[in-house]
Structure formats: C-alpha cells, structure tokens
C-alpha cells in the first residue's frame, strides 16, 4: 500500500480570501516502511504572505520570492501524489488549499488533468483518527508527540517537510505501535534506531529443536476449573468446553511435557 504522508504552507487561512500554497512537503511510506522517496517545494504565491502566518512558519515573502510559481510544479506534484492514500492531520484545510490551485491552474489551462484530490486518492485524516481515539483531549501534532513519546523538540517553527515527517512517526504510532522503522527488505542485520522513539529491531536466531512449555500448577490449574465452572454458572455455558480435546485439555494432559 502506497502512502503519502503531507503537510503544506500557505499565505493565510481562507482560500476564499486569495490565499495560496507556499511549501509542500510529502513523505512517501509502502507497506509501512519509509522509502526515502520525499516531496518538497517552496513555492512563490504571487501575493504577499499574512505577518500572521509568518509568525507560525517563519516562511517569508522574500524567502519565496524566487521560487517558481505553483503552475510550473503541479504536474511533478500530482504525479508524486496521484493514486495514493494522503495521510495528512486536519485535511479539509490542506486539500482545499491543493484543489484551489488545481483550479486557479485549470481556469488558465483546462487541458491539464489535475485534480480534484479526493476523486484521485483516498484521504486519511490523523486528526478525525486522533479525536476518536482519544475523545475529549488536545490533538494537535504538538500534543500527538507528547502523547506517542515522538520527539518534537527540533520543531521551532512550523515547516511542511519536517511537520510531514513527523506526522509519519505520529501516524505510525498511532496505528500499531511503529514509528521511524528505516528497514531494507531482506536484511538480517539489527536495524538499530536513530531518533527517540524509534525501535530497535533485532532477528532472533532460535536454536533448532523443541520449546519447552511451563505449564501450571496444581493450585493454578484448580483456579482455572473454578473459573470455568463459575462461568457456566453464570453464562449457562462457557466456550472453552467446545474446543477441541487437543486444544482446550492441553493444560492437563500435557503438563510439564515438551510440544513442538
């Protein structure tokens, strides 16, 4: 599965208001690994960027003054995006700043075949995922780190490359416990971590032969019987007694024995 973790930049916050893209910053991940595939440009809006909204990404009119314009990026950038699942924290706000420039851009060239993002890809947002999993709390990607253990602390100002990055180690935590793993298919070597938060993977090389199997006690395996018993009591009947003999009385006729 291909993902494209995103984040962007942009002169103010309403689109409605003329406001434009001036960074794009993309992770690529398949299969939940990283690939060392990014996406990043800065990009001139040809309007002058809110103090506002210099004062959270620290993005400037003469930083951007030079940049190309959003026209003469957009094929490089769909074709970066196209077909993946954009995995992106409050994405009504960066796909809706996206779609406006594939219009602005279509209004003068309606030949191109750009957009609309949601009719291309599918669209994750981390945020509508963070307030379901955790209800009533700050999500934000600062409060997502502290919560996931993330290492924030290079973040000063906000930047669309490294928020995107930093979203991934997020999302990877966020959907099974993962973040930062840097793997090459096939390799056996310990993979050792490189930031805070990132596990250190190791193959194990178990000996060949049979695994011994602590079973229980005396005292241990009557709890178990009482248990069960207290569940039929209660529930009228208890799944354990439908599992098969081998299965369901291993803990009898198998104690202190080796299984493979």
Not at 17 to 27: F, K, M, P, Q, S
Not at 52 to 60: D, K, L, M, R, W
Not at 97 to 113: G, Q, S, T, Y
Request: charged letters at 25%; proline letters at 4%; aromatic letters at 6%.
């Amino acid at each position: 599965m291909r993902q494209i973790v995103l984040d962007t930049e942009t002169t103010g916050i309403e689109t409605r208001d003329g406001h434009r893209l001036i960074e794009i910053g993309a992770v690529e991940v398949i299969n939940r690994r990283f690939t060392g595939n990014t996406y990043h440009q800065y990009i001139n809006p040809e309007r002058e960027i809110d103090a506002e909204a210099i004062e959270v990404h620290g993005i400037t009119n003469e930083r951007v003054a030079n940049e190309p314009v959003f026209a003469e990026v957009a094929q490089e950038f769909w074709d970066f995006i196209r077909g993946a699942e954009l995995v992106i924290h409050n994405a009504p706000f960066d796909v809706g700043f996206i779609d406006h420039e594939f219009n602005l851009l279509k209004a003068v060239r309606p030949e191109l075949d750009l957009g609309p993002v949601r009719e291309h890809c599918r669209v994750l947002d981390t945020l509508v995922m963070a307030r379901q999993m955790h209800p009533g709390q700050r999500n934000s990607l600062d409060a997502l780190c502290k919560r996931y253990d993330i290492d924030n602390g290079h973040r000063v100002l906000h930047g669309a490359l490294l928020d995107a990055e930093i979203l991934a180690d997020v999302y990877m935590a966020m959907t099974g416990g993962q973040t930062a793993l840097t793997l090459d298919a096939g390799d056996d070597e310990q993979q050792k971590a490189t930031t805070p938060g990132e596990f250190s993977v190791r193959r194990l090389s178990l000996p060949s032969g049979r695994l011994k199997v602590v079973r229980p006690d005396d005292g241990e395996l009557a709890a178990h019987l009482a248990k069960l018993e207290g569940v039929r009591k209660q529930a009228g009947e208890c799944l354990w007694d439908s599992l098969p003999e081998h299965f369901g009385g291993l803990g009898v006729s198998a104690a202190n024995q080796d299984v493979e």
